[in-house]
């Protein structure tokens, strides 16, 4: 299964050394095959984001993914984009910029529709308790949602710790995603 490492300033900070010595620590210590730099009030977004890529770049097996900007993670050479649930228009932009997307869903027909858009993954959640994410969906609504679409799904929301990844281990998922298993 693969691991799907996300920041937030929360964990990771907006000081820039310190950011890349948190990064490089995390990588190192859980070897996750992608990360999506992601913080929605950093006034120093770009800088950071290339800060994020150039660490990614020195793990070999870690794809980077720029959180909502398309032409950032091109011009930084990311690997991807990740995209939001409002973005299910700038999907194809995103593919002729020949990047991976990865779009957010909570629902199954937000699954369905980016699968039909061309997304390469998506990420489902939450599917345990996160705060601020709504009701979970739980285990028995992820194996439903992948047994009606053939995209790869990433499992977010919850997974703190072996417990959850053990459960959704159980299931066909193509990973889990997360910001605090990982830190």
Known sequence: MYKY????????????????????????????????YRDKSNPNYNIQAAHFVEVCSQFEDIKSFIHRDADLAKELNADGVHLTSTQF?????????????IVSTHTHDEVLQAQGLGADAVTYSPIFSSPGKGEPKGVE???????????????????????QVSEIEKTQAY???????FY
């Open 89 to 101: 228009d700038k999907i194809e932009y995103a593919k002729s910029l020949g990047l991976e997307v």
């Open 5 to 36: 490492l996300i920041t937030s300033r929360e964990f990771y900070t907006d000081t820039p050394a310190i950011f890349r010595n948190i990064l490089h620590e995390q990588f190192r210590e859980h070897m996750p095959e992608y990360a999506l």
């Open 175 to 181: 990973g889990f995603a997360s910001i605090r298993y």
């Open 141 to 163: 609504k992820l194996k439903e949602l992948l047994n009606k679409c053939s995209v790869k799904v990433f499992a977010l929301g919850g997974i703190v710790d072996k417990k």
